[in-house]
């Protein structure tokens, strides 16, 4: 995959800048004007305070910077933020066109788990992009040859290598890397060195057998166990998450409030919201500034934007991806219910913690019957992005505009599943962009009647 960062965006960067081998564009239209092309670099640069640290590194000016990209930069500079800023910026769309297929295809190569189907739409869309930019950028010409490099034929054979070996994260750089990382504590002798990587190896995989077999894992792990920081807050009802500090008490304010209570009665499926405002204002009530999901290792931290503090180079870990069931039959109250998962994008704004210890409270709320001496249930109020149209040119990546916030959600934490980016576009359509790089892996799976779909 470095022969795709390191070259081929590289080389399509040189297309577009009129800077690739001194060919010029010839017959085609796909230089970008210069302002245009200073402006993505801009924006790309910007994007590193309204992108969260987890995403990645920083991306610098690709226009003035650009030798300082790694290939994780451009990775992720082609895979999320390209999309969004190289939108309306090529003077016919079939470039832009071009190389979001480029970026469907780089994505399906990137998934965890890949079908025969999937395989076979590789291949055919590599062959269908490679005369795509035959056409547009060799455009056919002896004297264009060398727009031609490896690289652009070395993407025919990457479905065939995914058929024959896996998905491409089995075995391509990145992890390849990291793994001779590991191996070289091992060469403990000068003499003998690949005696001393043989037996590191014969060891590291029988060590590993007898944690997958015997169910040892966390027993047998040769890595510190993590274990939780102080003054956090973790309940076994919201066993994936944990809030970290700062924490503080006080009143809300009456939206809020208002907020909550509404929430809790869509939570009990209950209309007396004169008994839960009783019950909710004798609770004790606490903010937290930040959640973490540790669900994983690599769990997202995400931050209540009315608790984070405003140091001028922190990067924006505030908007989230939540879901929740939608009544698609609302507005039509004579019609049945219909419950349907929808997702939307929002600001977290407040990280709330209700503590129930009356009895009374603790039954009319639907707690059931526990050791636990506290029962919690804790809420994110989100304000939601108004997001527009899905974009026909963009279908089939998480890439979503908005430019103006609606209303504020009160929802209950589970259903907040991960941290989002946003990009800066400032065209004549849109402010944002938002990047939801999550893919298959957050996404919720609706249980009805007692089934798991």
Sequence with gaps: MHLIWENL???????????????????????LENSAWKAVGIATAASGSTIPSAF??????IVTDATLCTADM????TLYLGPALLRRRFRKPKY????????????????????????????????QWVQGYEEMYYQFSAARLSACPLTIHALLHIADSIEMCGPVWCYWAFPMERYCGKLHPALRSRRFPYA?????????????????????TDELSLRTPKQLMPGVFHHPSYKDFILLPACRTGELTP?????IISAIATRINSSNTQTIRKYVNSAAIEQWAKVRCIDSEEGDTMWASSLKSGQDDSRDATFVRYQMLVDINERHRRQETTLELQ?????LQHIIVLKFQDPLARCALGFAASDLDTDVIILAAIRECTLGPSNPSLHGLDVHFYSTMGARRVVDLTCVQCVVGRVPVMDDEWDWAIIDRSGSLVRAVQAMDGVNS
Aim: hydrophobic residues 40%; proline residues 1%; charged residues 20%.
């Design 9 to 31: 965006i590289k080389n399509l960067v040189l297309h577009w800048t009129g800077e690739f081998k001194g060919l010029g564009e010839g017959s085609g239209s796909y230089i």
């Design 255 to 259: 939206g809020l409030m208002t907020g």
């Design 56 to 61: 990645g590194s920083r991306v610098p000016n």
């Design 343 to 347: 997702t939307f994008y929002g600001q």
């Design 74 to 77: 451009w990775s992720f500079w």
């Design 96 to 127: 832009f066109k071009h190389f979001v297929q480029l970026v469907r295809l780089l994505t399906t190569c990137l998934q965890y788990e890949i079908s025969k189907e999937e395989i076979s739409d590789l291949r055919t869309g590599f062959i």
């Design 196 to 216: 001393a990587l043989d037996r590191f190896v014969l060891e590291d995989a029988q060590l590993t057998q007898i944690k997958l077999i015997s169910g040892l």
